[in-house]
């Protein structure tokens, strides 16, 4: 709908404008810039308060399978040149700077090893110009240019009020850095952000399940958490920390305050998750993601305290291990949730099978409160039946819905097959990751987007679109999503991000799925 001044609505005062144009979309908000002086000066704050930096070729799995070597070093300098370009304005004009209060650096320079230096100048430039940041997100994969400490400490010479941090980190051992996302030069030991006396969430990206006593820097390590969570015992509200250091160091994590969100990861044994859940009573949402496969001890830990976390909003527990591994019962989960009157979000993946997954149906059905789910489907054969019971057990006003979906032998129609995941009437987001069936329909995401009513976003191994609906109930599919915006979790909707933070997605698959598409800018508003 048009939100342009027409009748009486020119004469409404700024004040109401004030309201109106920071909730109409982007596109909307555009085109306010070119009204009138009143609609730039409210929009132009709101379109960017948020920028998003590309110094690199950011879908470069998408350019390796669709481009030549020498264009994709073309479009790598093209983009850095962008993005340069616009730390440079923010730089340099006081007035657009103080506009920006969250800034996501996506840095992927492989090739482009002359513009490296150039490219760095201009962030520290930019960093040091960002007097009202209150969020700094950066993702980086074996890129040339490191956004290390040196950029944290030119950001922290700007004093910004910061309470969101994401920020990536490599696990160096011996000089020999892990594929990890993150700075080269830097260990999590280094990282220093005694500046920022405002932190409320922090998330670092560490190596996957990390747990090395014989590592000496290790040591180094749980130091940093324990002086963090020290220092921000009284600011510090959400935590989220990759291996095991969080479980390593649940001492760190009692002395905080007021810390309501807590994501970890565990490799080894589940005494620390009990410790855990006893000394940090007071979590809204508590996540915990598994390598090991250790999901018998996990219930049975659930099981222990199910009167524990007594005003938990937000529970996860997600187990990297093939779905195809030995099952395990879910009693202990059912016991757990039965306890949280207030549980609103619910992500449970793991190996676990259709058979056991009907235990918790009958608290899924009850719940008046759960809107967000993530949960797999297993089984060697899924019948009508099966889909029937399934589809009577789904809360009707869930509003995000993530499934994995790995059936050999689907025995239901394509119409029916459909229907179970679409016919929730709240629906806004779903994602569906569906291994291939040996028989039965595949999920269609045209299909899928057209049977829910209200469905803003749809996703398909990989592959995200945004729902568009004419005034004529005609539905279109967006363009996919590009890579880098998947990657990051960039899906602008808390409850989106939180379902779809632990969760595995094929990216490579996805930048071949996605088709060739214009090259990323180095400005996204």
């Given at each position: 709908?048009?939100i342009?001044?027409?009748?009486?609505q020119?004469s409404?005062?700024?004040e109401?404008?004030?309201i109106?144009i920071?909730?109409t979309?982007?596109?909307?908000?555009?085109s306010?810039?070119?009204?009138?002086r009143l609609f730039y000066g409210?929009a132009?704050?709101t379109?960017?308060?948020?920028?998003y930096v590309?110094?690199?070729?950011?879908d470069?799995?998408?350019?390796?399978?669709t481009?030549?070597?020498?264009e994709?070093?073309q479009?790598?300098?093209?983009?850095i040149?962008?993005?340069?370009?616009?730390?440079e304005?923010i730089a340099h004009?006081v007035?657009f700077?103080?506009?920006v209060?969250?800034?996501a650096?996506?840095?992927?320079?492989?090739?482009?090893?002359?513009?490296?230096?150039?490219?760095?100048?201009c962030l520290?430039?930019?960093?040091k110009?960002?007097?009202?940041l209150?969020t700094f997100v950066?993702?980086?994969?074996?890129?040339l240019l490191?956004?290390?400490?040196e950029?944290i400490?030119a950001?922290?010479?700007?004093?910004p009020?910061?309470?969101?941090?994401?920020f990536?980190m490599y696990l160096?051992i011996a000089?020999?850095?892990c594929?990890q996302?993150?700075?080269?030069?830097?260990?999590l030991?280094?990282?220093?952000l005694?500046a920022?006396?405002?932190l409320e969430?922090?998330?670092l990206h560490?190596?996957?399940?990390?747990?090395l006593?014989?590592?000496?820097?290790?040591d180094r390590?749980?130091d940093f958490?324990?002086?963090?969570?020290?220092a921000?015992?009284?600011?510090l509200?959400?935590?989220?920390?990759g291996?095991?250091l969080?479980?390593?160091?649940?001492?760190?994590?009692a002395q905080v305050l007021?810390?309501r969100d807590?994501?970890l990861q565990y490799?080894e044994?589940?005494?620390?998750?009990?410790?855990?859940i006893q000394?940090?009573p007071?979590?809204?949402?508590f996540?915990?993601?598994?390598y090991?496969g250790d999901?018998e001890?996990?219930?049975?830990v659930?099981a222990?305290?199910s009167?524990a976390?007594p005003?938990l909003?937000s529970?996860?527990?997600t187990?990297?291990?093939?779905?195809?591994?030995?099952?395990f019962?879910?009693?202990?989960?059912?016991?757990?949730?039965?306890?949280?009157?207030?549980l609103r979000?619910l992500d449970?993946?793991?190996?676990?099978?259709w058979?056991e997954l009907?235990a918790?149906?009958?608290?899924?059905?009850?719940?008046k409160?759960?809107?967000?789910?993530?949960?797999?489907?297993q089984?060697?054969?899924f019948?009508?039946d099966?889909?029937?019971?399934?589809q009577a057990?789904?809360?009707?006003?869930?509003r995000a819905?993530?499934?994995h979906?790995s059936?050999k032998?689907?025995?239901?129609?394509?119409d029916m097959w459909?229907?179970?995941?679409?016919?929730?009437?709240?629906?806004?987001?779903?994602?569906?990751?569906?291994?291939p069936?040996e028989?039965g329909p595949?999920l269609?995401?045209?299909q899928?987007?057209?049977?829910?009513?209200?469905?803003?976003?749809?996703?398909?191994?990989g592959r995200?679109r945004e729902?568009?609906r004419?005034?004529?109930?005609s539905?279109a599919?967006?363009?996919?999503?590009p890579m880098?915006?998947?990657?990051a979790?960039?899906?602008?909707c808390?409850?989106?991000?939180?379902?779809?933070f632990e969760a595995?997605l094929?990216?490579?698959?996805?930048?071949?799925a996605?088709g060739?598409?214009?090259?990323?800018t180095?400005l996204?508003t």
């Amino acid at each position: 709908m048009s939100i342009l001044p027409h009748q009486g609505q020119a004469s409404l005062p700024p004040e109401i404008w004030d309201i109106i144009i920071p909730k109409t979309s982007r596109a909307g908000q555009r085109s306010c810039l070119f009204v009138c002086r009143l609609f730039y000066g409210i929009a132009v704050r709101t379109l960017f308060s948020s920028i998003y930096v590309h110094l690199g070729l950011c879908d470069w799995r998408w350019a390796y399978r669709t481009r030549t070597r020498g264009e994709r070093v073309q479009l790598e300098r093209d983009n850095i040149t962008r993005a340069s370009a616009l730390l440079e304005h923010i730089a340099h004009d006081v007035v657009f700077a103080s506009y920006v209060r969250k800034m996501a650096v996506y840095v992927f320079i492989n090739d482009a090893e002359d513009k490296v230096l150039g490219a760095r100048r201009c962030l520290l430039s930019a960093l040091k110009s960002l007097h009202n940041l209150t969020t700094f997100v950066v993702s980086q994969y074996r890129s040339l240019l490191d956004v290390d400490q040196e950029c944290i400490d030119a950001l922290a010479s700007a004093h910004p009020p910061l309470r969101e941090l994401h920020f990536p980190m490599y696990l160096n051992i011996a000089g020999d850095a892990c594929s990890q996302d993150g700075p080269m030069n830097m260990s999590l030991g280094d990282l220093r952000l005694d500046a920022f006396d405002r932190l409320e969430s922090v998330t670092l990206h560490l190596e996957a399940g990390y747990r090395l006593d014989d590592f000496i820097g290790y040591d180094r390590e749980k130091d940093f958490l324990c002086a963090l969570t020290s220092a921000r015992r009284d600011t510090l509200r959400c935590l989220k920390i990759g291996g095991n250091l969080g479980l390593d160091c649940p001492d760190a994590l009692a002395q905080v305050l007021h810390l309501r969100d807590l994501e970890l990861q565990y490799s080894e044994g589940v005494d620390e998750v009990e410790t855990v859940i006893q000394r940090c009573p007071n979590l809204h949402s508590f996540g915990l993601a598994s390598y090991t496969g250790d999901h018998e001890n996990i219930m049975q830990v659930f099981a222990r305290n199910s009167s524990a976390l007594p005003h938990l909003t937000s529970l996860r527990h997600t187990g990297y291990v093939s779905l195809r591994e030995n099952t395990f019962s879910l009693d202990g989960l059912v016991e757990f949730v039965r306890e949280k009157a207030l549980l609103r979000r619910l992500d449970f993946a793991a190996s676990y099978r259709w058979e056991e997954l009907k235990a918790l149906l009958p608290f899924l059905r009850s719940s008046k409160t759960l809107d967000t789910l993530g949960l797999s489907l297993q089984a060697d054969v899924f019948r009508k039946d099966d889909a029937r019971h399934l589809q009577a057990h789904l809360p009707s006003q869930i509003r995000a819905l993530r499934v994995h979906i790995s059936i050999k032998s689907l025995e239901v129609g394509a119409d029916m097959w459909h229907g179970l995941w679409t016919h929730l009437p709240e629906l806004r987001f779903i994602y569906v990751h569906e291994e291939p069936h040996e028989r039965g329909p595949v999920l269609d995401i045209e299909q899928l987007a057209s049977r829910a009513p209200r469905l803003q976003v749809v996703g398909v191994n990989g592959r995200f679109r945004e729902v568009e609906r004419g005034s004529d109930g005609s539905v279109a599919l967006s363009a996919p999503w590009p890579m880098f915006k998947i990657a990051a979790r960039d899906f602008d909707c808390d409850d989106w991000e939180w379902l779809m933070f632990e969760a595995t997605l094929p990216l490579w698959e996805v930048s071949g799925a996605n088709g060739p598409r214009a090259p990323t800018t180095g400005l996204v508003t």
